[in-house]
């Protein structure tokens, strides 16, 4: 068994809301620096960038999973994580043909670019990203599911875009892995949140929009960082495992 620290939900410059020290090179080295093994690259409703990171971290001992931050019919993020660029690619397509054709508003949105490994410049995404698809969540996570990926709603206590403030509740009819929740939680909310939550594995996760704020505090036993071994670490099986280093609730407001 090998131990992971990982960060699975990093955007890069493809999400308009990421920081312009997004690029591939500079996640690759903070990552490293925090000590942080695994990472997934998950930029709202799109994938270009993934290929980039993985090219940047080439020989080095960083896995880079390709992943997507969907957002749903319901307004729900959920992480979509997979093993190849295949698998990415083949969800990426229907999430594109799931996509409204409305053009991203730079000035009140932000840009979303797509670069190299380098972080040099090759196109802007004029497509807006951060929308929502017509892909219900129960229809995405089969569509993950089928193709070999993990569907993990994301920050399920946030306000904005979180499973449970807006749906009220985590669907019963859809089996996930685990779910994600925020750096922070309201301590407000926090009762309501983790009595839903308990019965699920969690990951917490930095959703990093800047450097600063990688966590790494996902703590993985696996014999190699695939979507499978994963699955079996986050159920505790078959002599794989997984731990949050911290959990902490704080007043800040999500």
């Known amino acids: 068994m090998k131990t992971y620290f990982a960060e699975l939900h990093v955007h890069t410059v493809l999400s308009p809301c990421g920081d312009i020290e997004m690029i591939p090179p500079l996640i690759v080295e903070e990552a490293m620096n925090r000590g942080i093994n695994l990472i997934a690259i ?5 994938s270009a960038n993934v290929c980039a990171v993985q090219r940047a971290a080439k020989g080095l001992d960083l896995v880079v999973l390709p992943g997507i931050e969907l957002q749903t019919r319901e307004e729900v993020h959920a992480l979509c994580l997979f093993d190849t660029l295949k698998q990415v690619e083949i969800f990426q397509a229907r999430v594109d043909a799931a996509l ?17 490994e380098t972080g040099e410049f090759l196109r802007r ?32 206590d946030r306000k904005a875009f979180g499973l449970i403030p807006v749906l009220g509740f985590v669907p019963t009819d859809v089996p996930f892995d685990a779910l994600e929740i925020s750096r922070f939680l309201r301590t407000d909310e926090s009762p309501r949140i983790l009595a839903q939550v308990s019965a699920y594995p969690l990951i917490q996760s930095g959703d990093v929009h800047y450097l600063r704020e990688f966590l790494g505090i996902n703590e993985f036993h696996l014999e190699s960082p695939t979507i499978a071994e994963i699955r079996l670490a986050l159920h505790q099986r078959e002599g794989r495992s997984h731990r949050l280093h911290a959990l902490e609730l704080t ?3 999500v």
């Open 42 to 46: 998950t930029d709202h409703n799109a």
């Open 100 to 116: 409204p054709a409305v053009k991203n508003n730079v000035d009140f949105f932000g840009e979303q670019f797509v670069v190299d």
């Open 125 to 156: 995404e004029e497509r807006l990203l951060l929308t929502s698809t017509s892909l219900t969540l129960k229809d995405a996570w089969q569509q993950v599911n089928d193709l070999g990926g993990m569907l993990i709603p994301a920050h399920v």
């Open 251 to 253: 007043t800040c407001v």
